[in-house]
């Protein structure tokens, strides 16, 4: 079992002809994602190539769902059209969209999400600006490489990209139920507290290792849910423990001002609700190890 992609899920890609669009889908088809096709308005009706498989392009995410049955879909829309392309999907009622595009108006983004919620939040906003989500050996919807990690029993849940695939590398010989990069934009669809949620009710998932950073209250507000919600172990990570102060630190919503915020009362306020938090991603990681090992 994994979270929200499977074996069974059905992936169309928003922006399927563009540059980024089309290298990611190479990508994900040779992971063994189902894609099965993607959106162009003005190349509707054409085709796309990809080694041996021959993908239809669809004008609209609800043409591309009625003709496919697609349940998935994943933009690589540039900033500029994003906000577009996230409200056509939402209109659709695609259950799971993932948002890899960087650069998006925070403005466009609160539009989307409070859309999606107008709708009765049919349509699961993961980003963006994230690398997307996978299980790995079943399904593969981003930009997350494929081949540094195999299916196990861990579920991980980051804001940061590079430190998703870096947490996937140092695990790799046990292996993760699912992989899911929220994005660190200040404003994002699926949180924390979203994953921690859906590793909890999967059965296979053991261990769940949470990544975040400095900047805004998404870690405390994960540690309060833990409190309350969690039984099984979770591991931390913060990222920014050197971060100087006022300074905007790679993504959008890592910045700090005064004490609030920062690396250390994240750790603290994780840990206090029984959260064993690392010092570095390679720490971090030997604590799931530990964790495994008394299994």
Known sequence: MAIFVDRTSRVIVQGITGSEGSKHTQRMLRAGTTIVGGTNPRKAGTFVEFDDVKLPVFATVADAMAETG???????????GAKAAMLEAIDA???LLVVITEGIPVH???????YAARRGHRTRIIGPNCPGI???GQSNVGIIPADITE???IGLVSKSGT??????????DIGFSTCVGIGGDPIIGTTHI?????FQEDPETDVIVMIGEIGGDAEELAAAYIAEHVTKPVVGYVAGFTAPEGKTMGHAGAIISGSAGTAQAKKEALERVGVRVGRTPSQTAQLVREIMRGR
């Open 70 to 80: 697609a349940d998935v879909a994943v933009g690589f829309v540039p900033p500029a």
């Open 108 to 114: 466009d983004t609160m539009y989307a999400w409070a």
């Open 93 to 95: 009622g695609i259950p």
């Open 163 to 172: 430190l998703t695939y870096q947490m996937m590398f140092e695990l790799r």
């Open 134 to 136: 996978t299980s790995p």
């Open 151 to 153: 299916p196990g029993r």
């Open 194 to 198: 979203d994953c921690l949620r859906a």
